[in-house]
């Protein structure tokens, strides 16, 4: 026989599956853009072994927050906190897609010889990276002020992303034979920069959750029926 | 005093506003790429107007989800259909916001010569648009199959993406002066392609609410746990 848990235990393990999914799909942005940078094709295995990890997770949160919804009848802010979650766990799962896709493009690259020594991207995919661990802390945690931060980043992101594009149409303008090359690396900027994207999605959830305040499309209150 | 309704006439009152959504979705992507194959600027402002409902839209539905969960505590299908159509909800803000992208891109190429004629970025679009109105239909209908022939028609969009890609680049090897052009229609295609994935993504949310099966990721029940 099992003792009926208490709604805190579930919301706990709910937690640590996000945390675990997060840091999987951190892991594979760091590893997509490191073999680009290192021109080493060893990470592509590991990462479509955490791609697998994050797929199996994505189907075991939304079960568990179904079941959270379907047994336990949450109200107010649990209700709110599980809808989040699922929200959350799509965004998570699109970033992993996304750290596929650039280490696709790697996997490309790895065979021309290097057009320049790449400085932007791996700035970029740092800064993804870190948007993406601090939006899964502050929801953690409740954190209002560090989901915040998380969106003032988002144009970071896209300044990089377009000082990214003006340097290689500059290649692609000078020389030819870099085109293939160029593109390959402004689609891989625009993967950082969509990663960016969810990132920002899960922080305007986080700020909703904590303040009961939608910031989405910034549209104030006096506006909304 | 108000007279509480039926928990089926809040699901209709629902399954409207989504449609509404959609509409106003499928009406951006079409009047987007119009304005970038007619070189016609008037749509501009139509499709800004449409995204600032489709915001609104978004806002309403999911504060009418949260409203269901937590007022009707609604069980096994209509819980999964609520939470299915907060889903979707995400899945078409997002997709007006590609439609917003691609028309931010129309505004740069119509300022400069026609690089070709566009044959494929409509065809593209019109498959685009279809399989968002199918997804759609299929999941208030819960018809499976509709949803299996969205699915199916995912590919057909990635061969049209493929084939502009090597299209454009064949310009851009040709002619330096193309470039910049040809990089904004590629990414035009990219957007496209990224709304083929958003009404997949509705898709495979109809089957799995259908069937009680989870495609994504086509992961076999006896490898889950």
Redo the contacts between chains.
Sequence with gaps: MTIPRHLDEDLNLLKEKLLIMASLAESMIHKAVKSLVEKEESYFKQVKEEENKV??L???I?EL??KL??LK?P??TD??FI?SA??IN?NLERIGDLAINIIERAAFLLKQPQLKPLIDIPRMADLAQKMVKDSLDAFIKKDADLARSVLKRDDEIDDLKNQIFREL?TF??SD?ST??RA?EL??VS?HLERIGDHATNIAEDVIYLVQGK?I??H?EEE???
């Design positions: 797929n199996h994505e189907i075991e939304d927050c179904l919804l379907a009848q109200m107010a209700l709110r809808t699922m929200k799509s149409l692609m303008l030819q085109i293939p593109l402004i689609l625009r939608d989405r499309h549209i506006n909304r029926n």
